[in-house]
């Protein structure tokens, strides 16, 4: 692992703290710095990656990147890339990316990634599960000692059909830790969240650490019902940090 410190983006003269967001938006335009023209992209989703996604789109606009091909991780992230200017593809006819760039909710000290608090987490695993490279891009309050750790939610993207059986089951499997299964609902209704792909998202809450994240993921994927969960293991290969002390790009 490789850690370079790359800039610092506090405005030290006036003492301005930047905000969440504005620590989202550098860590996503030092890694719109690694797209070149002609590349395969996997396009992420959430409030950060948007940042990437309109900086790539201006890019185009200019001139400056060519040839780009978008790979879209959700049907937000598809409507602001086409409104950007961003051409589009899928996983059928591009089946490896050349970068894919994404924030994350969770990021433990060996790159693991929590992914899903948004809701994309199977479309986005499918498409940086076969990225040559994987930009993970946060803001310094996403890193945690271990996953779980921030003590908010780790998704699980499940079939609709008697949800709440495969939700007893996904706690009875992290019982030790002390694990709560909750039905995502569709914002402040009680209406149940559909993902993209017309699943339900259990989000799993843990008082401990779950320990071995192999074990773990193979235990969740081996249940009929779950399509997929948001334990991202091993796939991030560059992870851009952006705190009030700078912007840490560190590779794996
Ligand atoms: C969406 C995701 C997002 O990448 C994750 O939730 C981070 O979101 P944000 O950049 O808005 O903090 O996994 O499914």
Redesign the pocket.
């Known amino acids: 692992v490789s850690t370079q410190p790359s800039s610092s983006p506090t405005n030290r003269a006036s003492k301005v703290l930047l905000t969440q967001d504005e620590l989202?938006k550098i860590a996503a335009y030092e890694a719109v710095k690694f797209v070149q023209s002609g590349m395969v992209l996997g396009l992420?989703?959430?409030?950060?990656?948007k940042h990437a996604v309109d900086k790539i789109g201006e890019l185009l606009k200019q001139g400056k990147l060519k040839n780009i091909v978008g790979i879209p991780t959700?049907n937000v992230t598809r409507d602001q890339a086409i409104s950007v200017g961003i051409p589009l593809s899928d996983l059928d006819k591009h089946p490896i990316m050349d970068l894919s760039i994404?924030?994350?909710?969770e990021v433990d000290p060996h790159m693991n990634l929590v992914?899903?608090?948004?809701?994309?987490?199977l479309r986005?695993k499918m498409v940086e599960a076969t990225s040559k490279k994987f930009i993970v891009i946060?803001d310094e309050s996403?890193l945690v000692k271990y996953i779980g750790g921030s003590g908010l939610a780790m998704p699980v993207e499940i079939v609709q059909f008697c949800w709440k059986f495969t939700l007893s089951r996904l706690e009875m499997l992290f019982m030790e830790a002390g694990c709560v299964g909750k039905l995502r609902k569709f914002g402040d209704s009680e209406e149940p969240f559909v993902t993209d792909n017309g699943n339900y998202i259990i989000d799993l809450y843990f008082k401990k650490d779950i320990g071995d994240l192999k074990a773990a993921s193979d235990a969740i994927l081996r249940l009929p019902g779950v399509v997929e969960h948001?334990m991202f293991l091993d796939m991030a290969t560059t992870l851009i940090v952006a705190g009030e002390h700078g912007v840490r790009v560190t590779n794996k």
């Open positions: 989202k992420g989703t959430g409030s950060t990656a959700s994404d924030g994350a909710d992914k899903g608090r948004g809701g994309s987490l986005e946060v996403k948001g």
